[in-house]
């Protein structure tokens, strides 16, 4: 009932990954739970998406979910960590139209939607631009869309997406949205080596409300590395983090 115990050692090449039809590697219900190693190659992803009903799952909190990128959900077992190791990915992510369930919240990255604490992450590299429309909540970052693993200081954490966006417009009325050049939502953990090298790439969070509450539409927050932070149960160390402000760059919450 997950994905595990896989060998992606034989890949040989790069990889280009052009659909309509495509969320990520792994859902709540049969999370990513194996080992994949790039060995320097890297995915292009050219995904152009529009909601479909069918495909929303309960999440730990009970909330009706979707978790996007070249990963969509990824948790390792009981006792065995699932691993990601020099990840590089390029490309453009993007969903469009309304969901009808205001329950609905999408998580969405380029690397990965959520990452729990039972993985391995041994460097990543994220040049996906992203922008998604909908009537939901949305959090978005240019590596993960929600993080609760560790990103040790041995291993390179970049985003280097250029003349790109993290680009989150939503028309619902109370919906939160939450952007950074990182993640999301960071949660229960630390961050000891990341550094966004974009140039010319903005982050952009649009909380329009509905046609009926204009004047309700929640909260817009967007962040350098990440838009929220929540300290749970763990306390949250942040380290070595550089950003690149030479070039134009903008950060914006409406």
């Known amino acids: 009932d ?3 115990n896989l060998d992606f050692s034989v890949v040989s090449e790069n990889i280009l990954l ?22 320097g190659y890297h995915v292009t992803l050219n995904i152009l998406n529009e909601y479909k009903n069918d495909y929303y799952e309960l999440d730990a909190q009970s909330h009706t979910s979707i978790y996007s990128g070249l990963f969509g959900y990824v948790k390792g077992l009981e006792n065995t960590s699932s691993m990601i190791k020099d990840v590089d990915v390029n490309g453009k992510i993007a969903f469009s139209g309304t969901t009808g369930n205001h329950g609905f919240y999408h998580y969405v990255g380029g690397i990965a939607g959520h990452v729990e604490p039972t993985t391995l992450l041994a460097g990543a590299n994220s040049e996906v631009s992203i922008a998604i429309e909908n009537d939901t909540p949305l959090f978005i970052g240019g590596l993960f869309g929600s993080l609760k693993s560790p990103l040790n200081d041995q291993f390179n954490f970049t985003y280097k997406c250029n003349y790109g966006v993290l680009q989150a417009k939503s028309h619902g009325s109370d919906v939160n949205m939450s952007l950074g050049a990182l993640t999301g939502i960071l949660q229960d953990t630390y961050v000891y080596n990341f550094e966004d090298k974009s140039i010319s790439t903005h982050i952009v969070a649009n909380n329009l409300g509905s046609d009926n509450t204009p004047h309700d539409s929640g909260t817009a927050v967007v962040g ?28 914006s919450a409406l």
């Open 224 to 251: 350098g590395i990440a838009g929220t932070v929540y300290a749970g149960s763990k306390d949250i160390h942040i380290k070595n983090v550089k950003m690149n402000i030479a070039e134009d760059k903008n950060l």
């Open 18 to 39: 052009d659909t309509n039809e495509f969320y990520g590697i792994g859902s709540v219900q049969y999370p990513f739970a194996g080992a994949f190693d790039f060995r």
């Open 2 to 4: 997950v994905i595990q």
